[in-house]
């Protein structure tokens, strides 16, 4: 069982950046892959980023290639998305997730935080 709390969020000028954390309980941190996911009201949830276990391989969807990255810390239990250059179509709630592959399919995951929340302004 794995729990799992973002944070980080809030509201940004176009342009600006943002750092979000997702900190897990257990001790089986490293033993799982990590993602990040987005929903904008109104949309599905989308895919942002991807990482393995040991942090070596990351996947990103296009739209944030480039100017987000995440990482993680398995020493800290906890993975980043380092948000720069931020849009307004960037605007949603942001979810990290824990599953046992890397993977851009949310069905991937089974255990998810309660989201933070992301605002760009324009």
């Known amino acids: 069982q794995v729990q799992l709390v973002e944070s980080g969020g809030g509201f940004v000028q176009a342009g600006g950046s943002l750092r979000l954390s997702c900190a897990a309980s257990?001790?089986?941190?490293?033993?799982?892959?990590m993602s990040w996911f987005r929903q904008a009201p109104g949309k599905e949830r989308e895919f942002v980023a991807a990482l393995s276990r040991t942090g070596a391989s990351t996947y990103y969807a296009e739209s944030v290639k480039g100017r987000f990255t995440i990482s993680r810390d398995n020493a800290k239990n906890t993975v980043y998305l380092q948000m720069n250059s931020l849009k307004p179509e960037d605007t949603a709630v942001y979810y990290c997730?824990?599953?046992?592959?890397?993977?851009?399919?949310?069905?991937?995951?089974?255990?998810w935080g309660q989201g933070t929340q992301v605002t760009v302004s324009s």
């Open positions: 997730a824990a599953g046992a592959v890397r993977s851009g399919a949310a069905r991937s995951y089974d255990y």
């Open positions: 257990g001790r089986t941190f490293s033993s799982y892959a």
